[in-house]
T-cell receptor
Framework: QKEVEQNSGPLSVPEGAIASLNCTYS??????FFWYRQYSGKSPELIMF????GDKEDGRFTAQLNKASQYVSLLIRDSQPSDSATYLC????????????????FGQGTELSVKP | DVKVTQSSRYLVKRTGEKVFLECVQD?????MFWYRQDPGLGLRLIYF???????EKGDIPEGYSVSREKKERFSLILESASTNQTSMYLC???????????????????FGPGTRLTVL
């Protein structure tokens, strides 16, 4: 079973701090990685994706990928109470069939709470 | 904007009923997915489809079937609803190939608002 693992949390940080969310994956051939945010009672929405080793920045969000360590992280700078949500990490596994229907393997999510 | 809609936000059914959950996307996506989401278990893939009339089992297909007669519509069917099928059901869709990068690896899944199903 190809797995994506996240700490379920809750992760609690004060407003203005950096929140660090981590994810590990077991399939070394995974091609790309996605971070989704899910507010309580709502559906997941994409924050960003990353496919190359290193950092990718988008506003207050930075995704980091280390394929050698099979590790993905999401940093949220200047955390706000509105960032309080569950963050889902997802990996696209390698497939000999190039698409295989576009499947993603999701982690269970990390609950983030930003305290004012 | 991509729009994925689901037929109901909340649904209450009785044990043994046949239940239809409908999902429609308006962006000409090839791939469509049905998940259920339960506390502590995360998102679990029930079925997915990569083309009209094509379907593949996901991780938990037992007790469910699907239908995709048109590209924009993907239906989830509970043949005989049971209480352990009480859950949040999420539909998603994605492109086959990223039409700018000509690469399949970057295509995100877009989710519908979800249907919270209660089986009594």
């Amino acid at each position: 079973q190809k797995e994506v693992e996240q700490n379920s949390g809750p992760l609690s940080v004060p407003e203005g701090a950096i929140a660090s969310l981590n994810c590990t994956y077991s399939d070394r051939g995974s091609q790309s990685f996605f971070w989704y945010r899910q507010y309580s009672g709502k559906s997941p929405e994409l924050i960003m994706f990353i496919y190359s080793n290193g950092d990718k920045e988008d506003g207050r969000f930075t995704a980091q990928l280390n394929k050698a360590s099979q590790y993905v992280s999401l940093l949220i700078r200047d955390s706000q109470p509105s960032d309080s949500a569950t963050y889902l990490c997802a990996a696209r596994p390698y497939s000999m069939i190039y698409n295989q229907g576009g499947k993603l393997i999701f982690g269970q999510g990390t609950e983030l709470s930003v305290k004012p | 904007d991509v729009k994925v809609t689901q037929s109901s936000r909340y649904l209450v059914k009785r044990t043994g009923e046949k239940v239809f959950l409908e999902c429609v996307q308006d962006m000409d996506h090839e791939n469509m997915f049905w998940y259920r989401q339960d506390p502590g278990l995360g998102l679990r893939l029930i079925y997915f489809s990569y083309d009209v009339k094509m379907k593949e089992k996901g991780d938990i297909p037992e007790g469910y079937s699907v239908s995709r007669e048109k590209k924009e519509r993907f239906s989830l069917i509970l043949e005989s609803a049971s209480t352990n099928q009480t859950s949040m059901y999420l539909c998603a869709s994605s492109l086959d190939i990223d039409r700018e990068r000509l690469n399949w690896a970057y295509n995100e899944q877009f989710f519908g608002p979800g249907t919270r199903l209660t089986v009594l």
